[in-house]
């Protein structure tokens, strides 16, 4: 199943990605997040699942 993941960083930032499967959502979350490296600065920092949902209503807004 595809949806729509909700991550955070440890900055605090809130990152939407849309088109995920599941089972990638379920395996980021099992090894406790992944790290994300910036192209422009090389700064390296953890982002963390937050949810998952296949029922998002664009139209609406949420």
Same mark, same amino acid.
């Given at each position: ?30 090894? %406790? %997040? ?26 609406? %807004?949420?």
């Amino acid at each position: 199943m595809k949806g729509t993941a909700v991550l955070q960083t440890q900055n605090e930032k809130v990152i939407v990605l849309e088109d995920i499967n599941k089972e990638t959502f379920d395996d980021w979350k099992a090894q %406790g %997040g992944y790290e994300k490296a910036c192209k422009k600065t090389g700064n390296i920092e953890q982002v963390f699942p937050v949810q998952f949902t296949s029922d998002v209503d664009w139209a609406f %807004g949420y």
